[in-house]
Nanobody, 121 residues
């Protein structure tokens, strides 16, 4: 069973910064892609940024130039550095990981529990 544990959310003023972390754990874990999604009240969950195991990153237009995604493969952890935060960035942020586990390379797609990010104007 794959578990994702997130940390780093909170309340910040517009223009401020926050750093989110998400650690993946599980027996025989191999992590291919990791990413961050967010869901604001009344809206659908949307991709913020993703990163592959070789470090290739992809960003939503709303995140380009302000957010940086990175990962530490040694500890199966992904980070999201969020700068120049805006009130419209307010949402619950979810970590996502995809890969395989165990001897038979069983595939998985896992989600974290979510962490609240609130940006005040």
């Amino acid at each position: 069973q794959v578990q994702l544990v997130e940390s780093g959310g909170g309340l910040v003023q517009a223009g401020g910064s926050l750093r989110l972390s998400c650690a993946a754990s599980g027996s025989g874990l191999r992590v291919k892609n990791m990413g961050w999604y967010r869901q604001a009240p009344g809206k659908q969950r949307e991709l913020v940024a993703s990163i592959s195991s070789d470090g290739s990153a992809n960003y939503a237009d709303s995140a380009k130039g302000r957010f940086i995604i990175s990962r530490d493969n040694a500890v199966n952890t992904v980070y999201l550095q969020m700068n120049s935060l805006k009130p419209e960035d307010t949402a619950v942020y979810y970590c996502n990981a995809e890969g395989s586990t165990g001897t038979f390379y069983s595939s998985y797609k896992a989600w974290g529990q979510g962490t609240q990010v609130t940006v005040s104007s």
